[in-house]
Nanobody, 119 residues
Framework: VQLQASGGGLVQPGGSLRLSCAVS????????MGWYRQAPGKQRELVAV???????NYAYSVEGRFAISRDSAKAAVYLQMKNLKPEDTAVYYC??????????????WGQGTQVTVSS
């Protein structure tokens, strides 16, 4: 099972970006998926998460600006980011809570994708 993330880049303050992450492999069940980010010199932090029922949770700093969504048929999760601020600059990581072969783990990570907000 692998997670493949995409969609980062350089954007001006106030701009928008959309991150995507898809799970590939076989015999897995998605319990929840989310996005974390890590800025230089800081710890990795939760940005947003969506569970199998569609319930979402956001970090306070992004609430109202970011929206997480999913496409169950594609085993994918998206993060629409609007009104981006310089402090949103970080490497963004996709995370999945999966049950694979009957074993549940939340330690599935995609490769990071850089988001840089700068004028």
């Amino acid at each position: 099972v692998q997670l493949q993330a995409s969609g980062g880049g350089l954007v001006q303050p106030g701009g928008s970006l959309r991150l995507s992450c898809a799970v590939s492999g076989s015999m897995f069940v998605i319990n929840a998926m989310g996005w974390y980010r890590q800025a230089p010199g800081k710890q990795r932090e939760l940005v947003a998460v969506i569970n199998s029922g569609g319930s979402t949770n956001y970090a306070y700093s992004v609430e109202g600006r970011f929206a997480i969504s999913r496409d169950s048929a594609k085993a994918a999760v998206y993060l629409q980011m609007k009104n981006l601020k310089p402090e949103d600059t970080a490497v963004y990581y996709c995370n999945a809570d999966l049950t694979v072969g009957g074993v549940r783990s939340y330690k599935y990570w995609g490769q990071g994708t850089q988001v840089t907000v700068s004028s």
